[in-house]
C-alpha cells in the first residue's frame, strides 16, 4: 500500500503564508490523482485541492486564489503553498491518492494529516 506523510504544518496570523507538503512511498506516483482535504474541529472533511497525474488542477471556491497545488514527480511529493491564511483555514489538512473527476476525487489512500492553525 502507498504511505503518505504530510508537514508543513503550523501556527500562523492571520494573512501570513505557510507550505504544505506531502511525500508518498508510492511506486506509481506519476500516474496517480492528488489531492489535499482538509477537516475543521467539529466539521466533516472538505475536497481543497486536486492535481490529476496529467498537471491538471481543482480548487475549492474558499481557497481558489490563495493555495496552489503542484507536484514534483522526480521527488515523489505533492505541494500545497498558501498564502493569505484566515482564521477559517484553521484545520488538520490531508493528503490523498486517488481519482480526480473533474472537481470531484475518490481517495485510495490518506496521510495522517498535518495541523494548521491561523490566529486572528
Known amino acids: 500500500q502507498v504511505q503518505l506523510v504530510e508537514s508543513g504544518g503550523g501556527l500562523v496570523q492571520a494573512g501570513g503564508s505557510l507550505r504544505l507538503s506531502c511525500a508518498s512511498s508510492?511506486?506509481?506516483?506519476?500516474?496517480?490523482?492528488m489531492g489535499w482535504y482538509r477537516q475543521a474541529p467539529g466539521k466533516q472533511r472538505l475536497l481543497v485541492a486536486t492535481?490529476?497525474?496529467?498537471?491538471?488542477?481543482n480548487y475549492a471556491d474558499s481557497v481558489l486564489g490563495r493555495f496552489t497545488i503542484s507536484r514534483d514527480n522526480a521527488k515523489n511529493t505533492v505541494y500545497l503553498p498558501i498564502n493569505s491564511l484566515k482564521p477559517e483555514d484553521t484545520a488538520d489538512y490531508y493528503c490523498?491518492?486517488?481519482?480526480?473527476?473533474?472537481?470531484?476525487?475518490?481517495?485510495?489512500?490518506w496521510g495522517q494529516g498535518t495541523q494548521v492553525t491561523v490566529s486572528s
Open positions: 492535481i490529476t497525474h496529467g498537471g491538471t488542477t
Open positions: 490523498t491518492t486517488g481519482k480526480a473527476y473533474s472537481g470531484n476525487f475518490h481517495p485510495r489512500y
Open positions: 508510492g511506486a506509481a506516483f506519476s500516474i496517480d490523482d
